[in-house]
């Protein structure tokens, strides 16, 4: 059975009040925005933190009615930063007119970046996705704690879905803002060279390896037991590599014959968006030598080690 898809449970029931600031704890309220699809699920969660002042986690997309809902839900309240997760659209595109609007700094571990220097000739699938344009007033870095709105945060750098992600912990609680490093609804689209699997897998064993239980993503509801979830998506990408060295031993030598095999099911952009992925592991397995993949024009050429 060495083809079964591993038991990665996802949680697809969570019901988003669009719009609507929703409180999930004390001094943390979620808005979601209108920008609902196959990538983004029920759309990207904004998260406003604090009381008296606040801060806003992800104003999502560039979006005049998703802004009045976050200005309706600050209510006047002094804004003090304007925090970001990563530099994909869908997260940082709503974050130049809600600085206009708010007058509050802009927050963020750096300009978005691939993960390693490209190919030659080499595209970035979501290079279109990205804001490449945007600079924070402020660099956040790894382990840095700081208080905003009156919540102690801790930035936590969890490189992999692209190189520039934080997570952001709820200092002294065991709550973890998981942006989209890890999401209760799907596994998260990593593809080279914006992403790195790599840099995932080891972004999935950092997490591991700190005091949180209970994660909140930016996209979909919370996740009640985060490590053991962590650890099912650890090892469901531990079998996709198997499953990826076995096919290529089995005579797999390229991307769509993997697909084919892995994710007979998926079609459209699902497929494409599963194609990313493989890609990713791709590159992770022949970095281990565990397999071989020659870049050709016509693509990648996949060989046993
Ligand atoms: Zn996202």
Redesign the pocket.
Known sequence: MADTPPPLVVDTSFKPETGKPVEVLPKLVRVTAPNASPF?FTG?NSFILGGDRVAVLDPGPDDAVHRAALMAAIAGRAVEAIILTHT?K??SAGAPALVRETRAPLWFAGPHRLSRPPHLLEINALAGGCDWGLRPDRTLFDGEAFTVGGVDLVAIATPGHCANHMAYGLAGTDRLLTG?HIMGWNSTLVSVPDGSMGDYLASLEKVLALPYEHYIP??GGPIPDGPAYARSLLAHRKLRNKQVIDAVGKGATRVDHLLNRIYPQLKGTLRMAAGMTLKAHIEYLSEQNAIRARRTPFGLRLSPA
């Open positions: 983004t990207t994909h869908d997260h989209d930016a996209h």
